[in-house]
């Protein structure tokens, strides 16, 4: 007895110390955290600290070599001190700085060489560009002496010309990004000419966009106008032109203003007038459109009786080119009929940006839309609806009536692109979405959801724009075998 409570005594002592101990260690580790703690609000208010004097540092460097700056520009261009070198062009004159006007790959090339002027201290320029006044020299030259350079988009044409006689290529990018920032209606075409003759890539291709996204959508006789031969063709025979109902609506805008220049026609029946048998576009007078008119997609046109009527009456397209329309869907509607055609089976993008019908339809406001586009499109009658932000495809057999004939084929198959786009009262792209070339093949009265769009990127009134092709491409080889089959 004695030794078992010998034991426990043992065991109880043993136990008080292990958590007198731990006592010991957990206050030791509470106060350590503490510690911790402390240290690291510590250095997280010295790392505050500093980063706020780093800030007010750099700020006071940058006031100062603000201030500086523009002593600078004040001082050494505006008041021409300590000049070193007079430049006169235009009838004007500047006081300059060699040491400044090296900055221009132009003056460095002359003072650095073997040329005369290198050593001459007043230097006549040569102004072979028309583009350029005092207005944009004077900007050129004062870019040199300042860092800043705030540009004015109406005269961004004229000082981007003296920027690439000067060769400044930091003044050339802004002048760059100034013109695809202010593209409008009204400065495009300046901006698509100016790009081409100065070599700026980058703004001829935005001011390319911005006319296929507008030039139907936002329609401007003044802007048709101002449009040469060889743009107005290169954006007619593009698949990325956002049509707005149907090809006949790019015909139509085209015979509005069917010049471009100073020759205008103004009398509505012009054309149908115009000669007897011979068409506007067989005289001399209409010989300088046919590179426009030629882009047309005739076989979304004359799909429709009423736009066929309306072209035949015209007067305005050679017989030839009708003439071989004609005959060519008279064969895709015999190969759809009698050849068992369903439809393309394979994306072919060559084909589909070269022949694919064009269409567009404007959503003014959200709520519930549905819709075909006119014409015939080879038995397969496809409605569009867009309805709680899905747009949704399907064909349509026996469930809604139907003007015209529809196949009875179990499956038809198509090839497609969807684009959406919302832009501002400028003509800017807000958002856009596109579903890319795509095959679809549908049953009888199958509908298919073929976008689902995000409501928070949803800005009204909605552009939609869709480019078809029902048919597939006629084969040649299989086309000459069945005839070789038949003559035997």
């Not at 109880?12 to 580790?29: S, V, Y």
């Not at 261009?77 to 700085?97: P, Q, T, Y």
């Not at 015979?255 to 067989?282: C, H, I, T």
């Not at 939609?464 to 084969?475: R, V």
Request: aromatic share 10%; proline share 2%.
């Amino acid at each position: 007895v004695f030794t078992s409570k010998t034991h426990q005594l043992k065991q109880t002592r043993e136990r008080e110390a292990a958590q007198a101990k731990g006592n010991l260690i957990g206050t030791w580790g509470l106060q350590k955290m503490a510690l911790l703690q402390f240290f690291s609000r510590i250095k997280t208010q010295r790392n505050q600290i500093s980063k706020i004097q780093t800030c007010l540092h750099i700020n006071l460097l940058l006031k100062k070599l603000k201030s500086t700056s523009k002593y600078i520009y004040q001082t050494l261009f505006l008041n021409g001190e300590n000049s070193d070198i007079k430049i006169c062009a235009l009838g004007e004159e500047w006081n300059l700085h060699k040491i400044y006007l090296c900055q221009s790959g132009y003056f460095s090339s002359m003072f650095s060489g073997s040329w005369k002027e290198s050593s001459m201290n007043v230097i006549e320029l040569e102004i072979p560009d028309q583009n350029i006044d005092v207005e944009a020299l004077q900007v050129a030259f004062g870019s040199l002496y300042r860092d800043d350079v705030l540009i004015n988009p109406s005269r961004v044409m004229a000082l981007l010309a003296a920027a690439c006689m000067l060769q400044l290529d930091g003044l050339i990018q802004q002048c760059g990004e100034t013109m695809k920032e202010t593209i409008t209606a009204q400065t495009v075409c300046g901006y698509y000419n100016s790009a081409g003759t100065y070599g700026l890539d980058s703004v001829k291709k935005k001011c390319l966009e911005w006319l296929l996204n507008n030039l139907m959508t936002h329609q401007s006789v003044g802007l048709f106008k101002e449009l040469s031969i060889n743009l107005m063709k290169q954006l007619i025979s593009s698949s990325n032109l956002f049509v707005l109902q149907v090809e006949m609506d790019v015909y139509t805008a085209l015979k509005k203003v069917p010049a471009w220049g100073s020759y205008l026609m103004e009398q509505q029946n012009f054309y149908r007038n115009f000669g007897g048998d011979v068409a506007f576009l067989e005289s001399a007078q209409g010989s300088a459109f046919v590179p426009v008119f030629a882009h047309l997609r005739l076989q979304y046109i004359i799909s429709d009786l009423a736009s066929a009527r309306i072209v035949e009456r015209d007067a305005l397209l050679p017989s030839e080119w009708l003439s071989s329309v004609y005959k060519q869907q008279w064969f895709a509607m015999l190969r759809a009929e009698q050849d068992n055609d369903i439809g393309p089976q394979e994306i072919n993008k060559e084909e589909l940006e070269g022949n694919s019908m064009r269409c567009g339809r404007k959503l003014a406001k959200d709520g519930d839309y549905c819709w075909r586009w006119t014409g015939f499109n080879f038995g397969l009658d496809l409605l569009v609806t867009y309805t709680n932000r899905y747009i949704i495809f399907k064909r349509n057999t026996l469930n809604q009536p139907c003007s015209g004939s529809v196949s009875l084929q179990p499956r038809r198959s198509l090839a497609f692109r969807l684009r959406l786009a919302s832009f501002d009262c400028s003509g800017k792209m807000i958002c856009s979405r596109t579903t890319g070339y795509q095959i679809l093949t549908l049953e009888k009265d199958q509908e298919q959801i073929v976008m689902n769009l995000d409501s928070r990127l949803l800005t009204f009134p909605l552009y939609i724009c869709c480019n078809f092709l029902y048919t597939s491409p006629e084969k040649r080889a299989d086309s000459e075998a069945q005839l070789d089959h038949l003559e035997a």
